[in-house]
């Protein structure tokens, strides 16, 4: 997905795609398919799920803000999160019980917007946050977590310097990064992080852990993975 309400689709593995025209020309930001559904959002609140394919989509309405990311774990339960520019508002969570059909939303502690999210299960998630405090200054980032379905969110690390991605293992072995290389590690969900040297000053969007490893994408054409070391999993 990407600028102007596009969207494309493949059904073979990545081999070919083709494009489909969902009902909005807001730019998508963030795209989860939650097996065979598939959930899209963007800007200006852009909420919408499709039941076959991207053939016809079912538009939420639930807020007005910008929302930056979606996941799933499972077909029913999915989350997407975001927020207002500039803190104007508290950062939200829009949670879905029903595979997107129905959509509430939550309040988080922290003036701001989420810029990532991950759950390893119902319960467990966390959130990586663009905070501006109460007098709206200037950001910080903050990684939040809930052990209640994203109900509340208890604060985990706080940083200077702007977090935009956040994954964790189901072992509780975890990465965050962010601006200007910021890269963090746990390997007890969360209650510790502890800063690693990626080697890299460009800016850090995506994350991913999987077989042991944790995956790092960003700005120019970074990318960078870590894998365990006497020391700890160290980029």
């Known amino acids: 997905m990407g600028d102007d309400g596009t969207v494309v689709t493949s059904t073979d593995g990545g081999e070919t795609w083709a494009g489909v ?14 097996a065979p ?8 609140g852009t909420l919408l799920a499709s039941r076959d394919g991207a053939g016809a989509w079912q538009a939420a309405h639930v807020t007005a803000d910008d929302l930056h990311c979606v996941t799933f774990v499972d077909q029913a339960h999915g989350w997407a999160g975001g927020g207002a520019t500039y803190g104007e508002t508290r950062a939200q969570i829009v949670r879905t019980v029903d595979g997107g059909s129905s959509w ?64 964790m293992g189901p072992d509780g072995s975890g990465w965050a990064c962010g601006e200007r290389g910021l890269t963090l590690q746990t390997a007890d969900g969360g209650a510790t992080w502890t800063a690693r040297d990626a080697g890299t000053d460009s800016t850090l969007r995506a994350a991913e852990v999987t077989a042991g490893e944790a995956w790092l994408a960003g700005a120019d054409g970074a990318i960078l993975v870590g894998r365990p070391t006497a020391g700890g999993p160290t980029p």
Request: hydrophobic share 45%; aromatic share 6%.
């Open 104 to 167: 509430r939303t939550i309040d988080l502690p922290v003036w701001g917007r989420v810029r990532d999210l991950c759950f390893i299960d119902t319960l467990h998630g966390w959130a990586a946050v663009e905070d501006w405090g109460v007098d709206g200054d200037r950001p910080q980032g903050s990684l939040l977590a809930t052990a209640d379905g994203g109900e509340t969110w208890l604060p985990q690390w706080t940083s200077p310097v702007g977090l935009l991605a956040v994954t």
């Open 21 to 34: 025209q969902p009902p909005t020309d807001e730019d998508l930001l963030a795209v989860a398919a939650p």
């Open 37 to 44: 559904d598939t959930v899209v959002v963007g800007a200006a």
